[in-house]
């Protein structure tokens, strides 16, 4: 398990591309028959994925970094497939996973397992876990069964569909809010104005990306932003102080997941865009 240690808004402002890159850019992800994880100090999250192909992956905690016998023994995750079809077995329980279905695991889940349907076309498992002080039922969540709302038009190059998995009223959950965006085709922001939210860290997982296709993705103080070059199925940790938006050279789809005091998905601190620097 690879840690991060995040700078403050300070620190922040002298790091080279390289080091943001290295504190803040997940690129590790999907290696196939390998659960690759980053713990961040913000907040606690771990970030990770698992593509099992002709074996069964089983997610252990690490016991160094973690200090449990099992991953969930203190904690939650959210789960999205955007690969193949395949299942998450929970404690015996298999649950189906299609492209794009989502799974909430709650504290004291003792053994989780990933598996493909198809070792050519395996599934793609995306997690993000925070800690959680009471345990809440794992429940599974189609997309025909998430809140969905689109916003953003042609006009502003920004048409998208939110897609919220796990949120309050949806899926009980200590503290994890959990969703899918989709972009339409000739829309490139993400979200613009942007905004932050102080009682919550956030991570993006972009996807969907050609490989000759970035985002340039937006971090920092809004009055003084920086930037990560992101590609295809990486993720960016966001500090609760920092912006988070971004635009790509195509349209493509992001997971955004939350954990924090608020799960109030409108909590927002929207940016006026004359103080964008």
């Given at each position: 398990?690879?840690?991060?240690?995040?700078?403050?808004?300070?620190?922040?402002?002298?790091?080279?591309?390289d080091?943001?890159?290295?504190?803040?850019l997940?690129?590790?992800?999907f290696?196939?028959n390998?659960?690759?994880m980053?713990?961040?100090?913000?907040?606690?999250?771990?970030?990770?994925?698992?593509?099992?192909?002709?074996?069964?992956?089983?997610?252990?905690?690490?016991r160094?970094?973690?200090?449990?016998?099992?991953?969930?023994?203190r904690?939650?995750?959210?789960?999205?497939?955007?690969?193949g079809k395949?299942?998450?077995?929970?404690d015996?329980?298999?649950?189906k996973?299609?492209?794009?279905?989502?799974?909430?695991?709650?504290?004291?889940s003792?053994?989780?397992?990933?598996?493909?349907?198809n070792a050519?076309?395996?599934?793609?498992?995306?997690f993000v876990?925070?800690p959680?002080h009471t345990?809440?039922?794992?429940?599974?969540?189609?997309l025909?069964e998430?809140v969905?709302?689109?916003l953003?038009?042609?006009?502003d190059?920004?048409?998208?569909?939110?897609?919220?998995?796990?949120l309050?009223?949806?899926?009980?959950?200590?503290q994890?809010?959990?969703?899918?965006?989709?972009?339409?085709?000739?829309?490139?922001?993400?979200?613009?104005?942007?905004?932050?939210?102080?009682?919550?860290?956030?991570?993006?997982?972009?996807?969907?990306?050609?490989?000759?296709?970035?985002?340039?993705?937006?971090?920092?103080?809004?009055?003084?932003t920086?930037?990560?070059?992101?590609?295809?199925k990486?993720?960016?940790?966001?500090?609760?102080?920092?912006?988070?938006?971004?635009?790509?050279?195509?349209?493509?789809?992001f997971?955004?997941?939350m954990?924090?005091e608020?799960?109030?998905?409108?909590?927002?601190?929207?940016?006026?865009?004359?103080?964008?620097?």
């Open positions: 398990m690879n840690v991060r240690f995040s700078p403050d808004k300070e620190g922040f402002k002298v790091l080279s591309s080091k943001l890159r290295e504190k803040f997940i690129s590790s992800l290696v196939k390998e659960i690759p980053v713990y961040s100090d913000i907040d606690r999250s771990i970030t990770g994925s698992a593509v099992p192909s002709g074996k069964v992956l089983k997610l252990a905690a690490s160094k970094e973690m200090a449990a016998e099992y991953f969930a023994e904690r939650e995750l959210g789960i999205i497939n955007i690969g395949g299942s998450v077995t929970v015996e329980t298999v649950y996973m299609n492209n794009i279905d989502a799974l909430y695991i709650g504290r004291g003792k053994e989780i397992l990933f598996e493909s349907e050519e076309n395996p599934a793609m498992y995306y876990s925070y959680a345990s809440y039922p794992v429940k599974q969540i189609k025909e998430a969905s709302v689109q953003g038009s042609v006009e190059s920004n048409k998208r569909t939110i897609h919220k998995y796990i309050p009223g949806k899926v009980e959950t200590c994890l809010v959990m969703g899918l965006t989709i972009l339409d085709k000739g829309s490139v922001w993400n979200t613009m104005p942007a905004h932050t939210h102080q009682r919550r860290s956030e991570v993006y997982m972009y996807f969907g990306l050609r490989p000759e296709s970035v985002v340039v993705h937006l971090i920092g103080d809004p009055e003084e920086r930037h990560i070059i992101i590609r295809d990486e993720a960016v940790l966001s500090p609760s102080w920092s912006l988070h938006s971004g635009a790509g050279t195509q349209n493509y789809s997971i955004w997941a954990g924090g608020n799960q109030d998905f409108d909590d927002m601190d929207w940016i006026p865009m004359e103080k964008l620097k």
